[in-house]
Each structure stands twice: as structure tokens, then as C-alpha cells.
């Protein structure tokens, strides 16, 4: 590997050393999280099978294989339309936008982890003027008492399904219904951030669309648990879609062609949609299995869905080489992205269980974190 | 095919037509135009070989596929960086927003038919608050006495290389160093539209370097004579670019993964770039075989690029009905997207020529259009 040389105390740099960990991650051949290594050959081969013999690319959203998927989610959101879009980013500050402009109201309502918030640069604001009212707590479900507290006019309320930045927790579902009937009452459009509603389907127990039906617009993801390689869709009433390809094109998203994103969600849809219940199952033994080693905890506990947040007692440091150890020695990934916490001598890290934790017995995740925990104690 | 039923009077929809034109056209082996028709399967297994061995995925803009990718269009252009974009749209409002912020002035310059104006829903003003002075006559190459006649600050002056809607034409090189030169003298920044650039490259017959040398910044893009999937870079300094990655997450382009649109891209330019010179040939024979029959005109008349537009004299309706009828008798596609002109009696079409037209002659090509005119005076 070339990189930079090594300086007078022979210490690596930051770039250097997480190039090499890259490296030994890429190596990997058993993942507790994921549905397994992309490999972008074995991808691509996949998709050419996907594509019909004779199917034709789309063209700047028009064409019978995107149309056709558009049509497909819209049935399963139970929504009159949707569009297909490059990424959810996109989809969700179009949709803020539509409903602002509606409303003639700049502000909207959502949770201080919400995306829009803390992963988009904040676009909803240099792109689209639009103003934030943060409701409820960062490390909490927003209740229905957090939104009596607004007190001023809102164009729309964005509810994360389930809410990613704590661990996936869902609201129950009469919550669920008084906070989107809330936005109702006050003249607002409730939207759905549904980046994982696939994943929450085994906890509501009921179909997408009666979910999606006490929202005025949907957002869904289609590289997350599906597995595809990106790309969204935004579903709601004809006119609000047919004002979203407007949007769409000045955000320049409607590309000359999408198919490789469409042909993935299309595949990866018919491949796991009927397996989120299984991933869920699968997580819940897994969040009992590492609870069950001292210093270890996981939130939601059980999980609602197949993703948790984990937290690690011990020295950050000291764990992420362990970790990066086995990695190298065994080609087991236990996890990425260890992050520190605000409580002293806690770490933390977020894990999605799809396909790949097949490969791994509960055996094996109990004494391989048993091993992390231990150094992670040294000292 | 399925459709809406006929009406009483059995004309059939306009919708029902286009469809029908659609499925003639997608059966067609032979093309005047374009690299011929994309067959996805074989277009995805080809993108299956150009991934390297162990090629691993981009992740949301990092990884070794994406940035040499990056790496080999900056260096290609003489830029200090360049970043991979979704689209060109997004590329080139991120170009003039950059420039704008950093010139305090939302005014940015450009010919009445630049992509912006007329093919972006008006992006820049909608999502970026820009505002537009349009410089020299739709149907004509902008002029330095045009610039001279902006007498109010500007934040950019965008050029279009080559200027697609008046038919691909060309500045000569010493008005193009004029035009740049006036931008810089008034502290404006120049930014090139090169969506066509690499189809420049013989008129001008100088590096592309050379050409980007002139200009701040440089958007190029990988779909159209490259004949990639989607894709766009933006090219330029260090510092802009850096800002550039900001607003593209803002934008919602900076997607999970790009690979399929860097693979195509990086195998396109491999395998085409070479070629403008030929395709540049190869459209000046084919202008001249057509301007040999009467009623048909060109321009620019020879072209300058691989592009022109074409003049045809006749009725619009007959013309299309000839054309459609070759297209599904001999499976030979001359053009789509016939268009009324201002002067009655004159209908016109864009072509580019690519690797097609090598499997039509001149003799074909002047038989095929004589046919087309007849068919057009008959009254």
C-alpha cells in the first residue's frame, strides 16, 4: 500500500491508519450487521439477470421499468403516486417544500436527529428557505406533549419511522395516530420519513399502507435493509408527486437514467420484503446475547426493529482494535463506526441485522464480544 | 400492446401513438445517430467486467473507484480536484452558487438557451435564489460586444462548449479568450458548461487543459458522447471543490453509492475519447450528404462538433410518418424528436453522431432522406 511515509516517532497518520483498516474491513467474509460485503462484480452480474431480455432504459423518468416500480410502490403505500428518486435528501426537502409552499408557511416541525437536521448540511434551509421548529427531546420519541407545546403555525410535521439516531424506536401506534392527527387539526401535512419502514413492519403488524395512510406523504428507502445500491421513492396524492418531478428536476435528480438504482430496489425488494420479520427475530436474539455480557447494553432493549444502538463499557481505543484484530485475524466483522459517548468510559455503535448475521451463531457473537469486552478492560 | 380503446372517430390517443412510435423505435438495429440503441443487460454484464477484481463500492463519496476516478478527470482537465456529480444541473447551480456567495452577488450571466434557462424548472432561482442576465440573441453565439452591453455586477458568466441549442456551434478560440478575459477583468468568475466538451476537443485542437485553462470552473459529463449511464463532474480549485461537496449533499446528490455511473463513465472515456476526431468527420460527410438534397439545410454548415441541427422542408406530420414508417419496415432510425420551427413550412431535428452512423452509408443515409422529403412535399 502507498500512503504517506512514517513520521519521526514511526506514529501513523489518521488517513493512513484508516486506510488500513478499510483494507482489512474489505477482506472480511462473515458480518454480524449488513446483508455482507457489496461486491460490486457479483452486483452488476445480478442486475444484467434482473433486466428482462428486452427491457428498455428509462429516460429522464419516463420509460416502462421505472414507471412500472413507481406504480408498484405507490400500491404498497397505498399512496395514488410515486417517483422515483436518487436519494431520500432529495425527496424529503422536496417534500417539505411542496407542502410549505402550500401552506404559504416556512416552518416545519420535526425531531432534532431528524436527517434533514443533522445529515443534509442543512439543505431545507440554503436550498429551500425553509425554517426548523426541533420538537422533543434528541435522545427520546417526540410525544404528543412535546407537539401541544408548538405554538406556532407549521406547514408540516416530519415523523421518523423508526427514529434511526435512537437505535430505531418507534412510537406505539396510538401514539402514532394522536401525533399525526395532531398535525391534522392544526391545518398541517403529516410526512413520513420511512428511510426504514420496511424494517418497522413487524412491530405495527399491519400492512405499509395502513401505516403510510395516516400520512400525507412518504418517504421510503430502497438500499437500506433492501439492499439495493441507492435511491427512494416519495409516494402521496397525483398532483403533490406531479409537483415533485418539478422540484426533482431543479434539484437536478431526474437523471437521463436510473435504471441500475431501480433494477437493485426492484430485485432487492422481491428478494427481502418478506424477510424483515426474520431480521427482527434475529436481532432481538442477538441484543439478548451480547446483554447477557457484563458491560454491554443495548437500546431499544428489546430491539422494535432489526436495527440497536450498543453500548460498550470501556476504552474506546482498546475495543476498536479488538475489533480491528479479529477483523484482520479471523475475517469476522463485528461492526463499524465505534463512536464515544457523553457518559465518561461508555462507546457506542449502531448495527442493522439483515442476511450476513446468518453466518454467525450465537455462539460465536457471544465469545467474540466477550473477547472485545475484555480488552476493552485492560488496563 | 395495451392501452386506452379507440374513440368513436378510432383516432387513437397522442399518448397511444407515442407509445407505439416507442416500441418501433426500441426495435430498431440500425441508427443515424447516438451509439446506437443501450441494451441493459449487456450494457450492466459490460460494467460487470470493468469492475476490477476486488473493486470495492464507493461509500457516499469515498473509496479508491470514485476518487481516481476524480483524480483522472481533474488531471484530464488541468483542474487542482474534481468531484462526480448525479447530474450536470446539480453540478453547474453548485458552480454559480459558489461563485455567487463568494462574489456577494446573486447575478450570474448566460445566452438565453443555456441549460439553466430552459431546461432546469429554474433551479437556480427557485432553490438558489439566483438571478439571470441573459446575454446575446437566442439563435447566435454570444459576442464580446454582448458582454460589453452588461453594465451591472455579475458573480459569473457561464459559456456553453459547444453551444447545443443553436446546433453544437463553437466561439472561435480568440473570442472565447476575449470573453473569458472580460469576466475576469470585471471580478467576475467563468465557468464552462462543457456538458459537450470532449466533442470540442477537434475544432479547437488543443489539450483540454488548454481549453479549461480559460475558465474557474469546468462541468463535463459522461452520458452523452462518452456514452455513459448518468453522471456529471465539476472541476477547479482545491477550495471550491471542497465547498462543491457541501452543497452536492445539500442537493441530495451525494448518494450511497455512485459505481455504477463511475464505472460506465471511466469505460466510456476509455474507449471514446479517442474517437471525437472521427465522429467530427464522420457528421461533416453526413451534413454534406444531406445538404446535397434539396429542401434540407444544416447548421452550423460544416459542423463544427459531432452535432448539428437539421432543416427540413415540408409537412411536419408527413416527414414524421416517412420517418416512422422506415423505422419500422427496415429498422433504421434516422431521428426522434422532430420539431416545428418559427418559418412555416420548416420542420428540424438535433442528431449526434457516435459509433451508429458507421452502420449506415452515405449512399443509405441520401436514399433514406430522399425518400423523407418526398414523402414531406406531398400535397
Not at 421548529?133 to 407537539?147: C, E, Y
Not at 421510503?220 to 435493509?225: A, D, L, N, W
Not at 474506546?316 to 484484530?325: G, R
Request: aromatic share 8%.
Amino acid at each position: 500500500m502507498s500512503g504517506p511515509t512514517l513520521d519521526a516517532n514511526t506514529a501513523i497518520s489518521a488517513e493512513e491508519r484508516q486506510r488500513e483498516r478499510d483494507a482489512i474491513f474489505q477482506r472480511c467474509e462473515r458480518f454480524l450487521g449488513t446483508h455482507g460485503r457489496p461486491r460490486l462484480r457479483a452486483t452488476l452480474e445480478a442486475l444484467a439477470r434482473e433486466a428482462g431480455e428486452d427491457e428498455a432504459d428509462d429516460i429522464y423518468g419516463s420509460g416502462a421499468l421505472i414507471e412500472g416500480f413507481e406504480h408498484e410502490i405507490a400500491g404498497l403505500l397505498g399512496k395514488e403516486a410515486a417517483v422515483f428518486m436518487p436519494s431520500g435528501t432529495m425527496a424529503q426537502q422536496i417534500a417539505l417544500r411542496i407542502w410549505s409552499e402550500r401552506m404559504r408557511c416556512a416552518t416545519v416541525a420535526f425531531h432534532p436527529t431528524c436527517h434533514l437536521e443533522i445529515h443534509e448540511e442543512k439543505g431545507y434551509e440554503f436550498l429551500h428557505g425553509l425554517r426548523s421548529r426541533l420538537v422533543g427531546a434528541p435522545h427520546a420519541l417526540l410525544t404528543l406533549d412535546n407537539l401541544r407545546g408548538v405554538r406556532e403555525p407549521i406547514a408540516a410535521l416530519l415523523l421518523e419511522l423508526p427514529q434511526r439516531e435512537i437505535g430505531g424506536q418507534l412510537p406505539e401506534w396510538d401514539d402514532l395516530v394522536a401525533q399525526t392527527a395532531w398535525a391534522h387539526e392544526r391545518g398541517a401535512a403529516a410526512h413520513m420519513d420511512g428511510a426504514r419502514l420496511w424494517e418497522a413492519a413487524p412491530y405495527y403488524d399491519k400492512a405499509y399502507a395502513e401505516v403510510a395512510a395516516l400520512f400525507d406523504s412518504v418517504y421510503v428507502s430502497f438500499y437500506k435493509g433492501i439492499g439495493g445500491i441507492s435511491g427512494a421513492a416519495l409516494a402521496g396524492p397525483t398532483d403533490f408527486i406531479a409537483e415533485a418531478r418539478i422540484w426533482l428536476r431543479r434539484h437536478g435528480g431526474n437523471l437521463r437514467s436510473l435504471y441500475p438504482y431501480v433494477l437493485a430496489a426492484r430485485a432487492g425488494l422481491r428478494e427481502r420484503l418478506a424477510r424483515f420479520p426474520a431480521y427482527h427475530e434475529r436481532a432481538v436474539r442477538i441484543a439478548r446475547v451480547l446483554t447477557s455480557i457484563p458491560g454491554i447494553a443495548v437500546t431499544p432493549d428489546p430491539p422494535q426493529t432489526n436495527m440497536m444502538h450498543v453500548y460498550l463499557r470501556g476504552d474506546i481505543e482498546q475495543i476498536s482494535d479488538a475489533v480491528v484484530a479479529i477483523a484482520r485475524d479471523e475475517r469476522v466483522l463485528l461492526f463499524r463506526g465505534l463512536r464515544s459517548t457523553a457518559l465518561p468510559g461508555y462507546c457506542m455503535f449502531e448495527i442493522s441485522i439483515g442476511d450476513a448475521a446468518e453466518e454467525l451463531s450465537d455462539d460465536e457473537i457471544h465469545d467474540y464480544f466477550t473477547r472485545v469486552m475484555a480488552a476493552g478492560s485492560d488496563s
